[in-house]
């Protein structure tokens, strides 16, 4: 097998019964394989659905929507929250709607002094449920903006198109396997129901770099790749790992990077994996380093929020390194374990390219933090960054 056919994956056994009674169940090595197909997949944006505001009191901004609709014939509103109230009118929980347009509306029929409004919109993807319930005895839904600015109130919400199309996705192949232990014994054995197995990702050495995904095996055939070599089907029940992880693999494919910045090669997809990958491959045994020290923060590829990320872990943890890929994950590593302990020095090179590319202040619904917000933050928590 040459260098350009060596195992890229290796494929574990999965024991159900061994993690259920809290033991590691990934035990034996199955198979190492050299690729697959439909590994990586993204996932799909929320499917648009209309919906009806029923008993609408509005406010705000979508009152001003409304009335574009009405002359228009729809109107962009922007993010909305839904926030559930209780029997007593106080808020249970929040259901989030993006990209909202308002297409129209009509008089209720249980109130004409109330509207129904039919707007279209996608359903973010921290929703708590598929729907949101309205309580027995609820007085409704208070309309919110992204920044709890009031939009109104409604009686319920309507689903006016509930048959969206369901799209499956297509199973994993594992191309080229050369199979081990108990999986060989079944093939050989002619058995069907092959178990359970999770995937892993391996760099030339050997080592493991990431999981990619787990599953159940449900196939195999011959491999056109070797003699004895044999094609897996994979039926996966976790994500799938995105299609910017595969670029990312490859830069890891010698192991832990020694290179700084080599996440700059990468989108902004690309850069959130690498902070994934960054994470399976922390180091936990090293020991933070003393309060005071001095970190110099090289700037020069902060272009967005994930190379923030990126380059605080390297500049904490060396090349490769992670230090929180949000600013709740940073707040997290500042309190120890993670490198380092406050109060330190950040000195941040290159400054004004944030400066330039993360913007000062606000200018969408959602966004990621602004430079002059990630600054708060770090002052907030006892790091002193000076720029440079």
């Known amino acids: 097998m040459g260098d350009t056919e060596r195992p890229k994956y290796v494929l574990l056994s999965y024991d159900a019964e061994a993690e259920f009674n809290g033991e590691d169940g990934y035990e034996e090595t199955w198979a190492s394989c050299t690729d697959t197909e439909n590994l990586f997949g993204d996932p799909s944006p929320p499917p648009r659905g209309i919906y009806e505001l029923l008993g609408c009191a509005p406010e705000g901004e979508l009152e001003t929507a409304l009335t574009r609709a009405r002359a228009d014939g729809s109107a962009p509103l922007g993010f ?3 926030e559930i109230l209780g029997t007593r009118g106080e808020p249970v929980y929040e259901w989030y709607l993006e990209d909202v347009r308002v297409l129209g509306d009509r008089p209720c029929p249980r109130d004409l002094s109330l509207r129904d409004i039919v707007i279209e919109a996608s359903q973010h993807a921290d929703n708590p449920s598929d729907y949101p319930q309205r309580r027995p005895l609820s007085r409704g839904f208070r309309l919110l903006g992204p920044e709890g600015e009031p939009r109104g109130s409604c009686r319920d919400l309507a689903p006016l198109d509930d048959d969206l199309p369901d799209h499956a996705e297509p199973p994993v192949r594992l191309l080229g396997c050369a199979t081990r232990g108990a999986l060989r014994a079944a093939l050989n054995a002619g058995e069907e129901d092959l178990g359970h197995a999770k995937l892993l990702r391996v760099d030339a050495q050997g080592g493991t770099v990431q999981a990619a995904v787990e599953g159940e095996l449900t196939a195999w055939i011959p491999s056109a790749r070797g003699r004895g070599l044999v094609d897996l089907t994979l039926e996966p029940w976790s994500d799938r790992p995105p299609t910017a992880a595969e670029r990312v693999w490859e830069l890891w494919d010698r ?12 989108g902004t997809a690309g850069r959130r994996f690498w902070l994934d990958t960054a994470l399976a491959n922390q180091d936990w045994a090293k020991p933070d380093a003393a309060p005071g020290t001095t970190y110099h923060l090289d700037g020069r590829h902060i272009t967005d929020d994930q190379a923030f990320y ?22 997290d590593a500042l309190c120890g374990n993670f490198g380092a302990t406050t109060p330190f020095t950040l000195i941040w090179h290159d400054a004004h390219i944030a400066r330039e590319c993360l913007g000062l202040s606000p200018r969408v619904d959602i966004r990621p933090e602004t430079f002059e917000e990630l600054l708060a933050f770090l002052a907030e928590r006892r790091v002193d960054a000076r720029l440079a």
Not at 256 to 265: D, K
Not at 311 to 330: M, Q
Request: proline content about 8%.
């Open 80 to 82: 909305l929250v839904l």
């Open 255 to 266: 192991g832990r990077p020694t290179e700084p910045n080599l996440w700059a090669r990468c």
């Open 310 to 331: 990126c380059a605080l872990g390297e500049t904490v943890n060396g090349p490769g390194g992670y230090f929180g890929r949000c600013l709740d994950a940073v707040g």
